[in-house]
């Protein structure tokens, strides 16, 4: 078990609709990441959060945004869901200078 | 930008020892890291070089050059359940981490 805690397993909505994505970092972790794995993809970065404020951002789409709270709980939230978004999102911790620690991730299906 | 590159697939026989290499060009390094994944779990963390040379954990080695923009992953006594995606990461500037598409590996008897 890495600590970091990841809902739901499993989302399965329709195309236009919208989703949140939630995550819980390691204790003590101030820095959560989100990735998509699509099917036979690598790990795409999304964006970074450290501390409540957003620190890096990689190939996120713009119907796609995120946040992280004073409690350090993330969310990911995807709007206007399209075929192509499905895939596995995996929300990351961190503590300066040490590996990235995986949650077990959200497998998002849009039909 | 951030390049970083692996092969896609090897196949290895059961008790043998393979290598898995990664080359990487990126704007910023602060360490490269290799993560296993099984086929729908998470990634989960193997092995890390910040210095040039070679780590060591039990079966598990990684050997870094920066100059060259290079490193491998070696696996020993390879066992059934090695069967998996080994990835390449990467930490730049910023404490970001960029990974390859992964090399899967395949364990036969």
């Known amino acids: 078990d890495s600590g970091v805690t990841q809902t739901p397993k499993h989302l399965i909505t329709a195309t236009g609709q919208r989703v949140t994505l939630r995550c819980s970092p390691r204790?003590?972790?101030?820095?959560v990441y989100w990735y998509q794995q699509s099917l036979d993809q690598g790990l795409q970065f999304l964006i970074q959060?450290?501390?409540?404020?957003?620190?890096a951002k990689g190939n996120i789409l713009e119907r796609f945004s995120a946040q992280q709270f004073p409690d350090l709980h993330s969310e990911l939230n995807l709007s206007s869901l399209e075929l192509g978004d499905s895939a596995l999102y995996f929300c990351?911790?961190?503590?300066?200078?040490?590996?990235?620690?995986f949650g077990n991730g959200t497998r998002l299906t849009v039909t | 930008g951030q390049n970083i590159d692996q092969p896609t697939e090897m196949t290895a026989t059961e008790g043998a020892i393979v290598q898995i290499n990664c080359t990487y060009q990126?704007?910023?390094?602060?360490?490269l890291f290799w993560y296993q994944q099984h086929a729908g779990e998470a990634p989960t963390f193997l092995s890390y070089?910040?210095?040039?040379g070679l780590e060591e954990k039990g079966r598990f080695s990684s050997f870094l050059s920066r100059s060259k923009g290079y490193s491998y992953l070696l696996l020993k006594e390879l066992q059934m359940k090695d069967s998996a995606s080994y990835l390449c990461?990467?930490?730049?500037?910023?404490?970001?981490?960029?990974f390859g598409t992964g090399t899967s590996l395949t364990v036969i008897p």
């Open positions: 990351a911790s961190s503590p300066a200078n040490s590996p990235l620690h």
């Open positions: 070089n910040v210095l040039d």
């Open positions: 959060y450290y501390n409540g404020e957003e620190r």
């Open positions: 204790s003590g972790d101030l820095s």
């Open positions: 990461a990467v930490r730049g500037t910023g404490n970001q981490f960029y």
């Open positions: 990126t704007s910023g390094f602060n360490g």
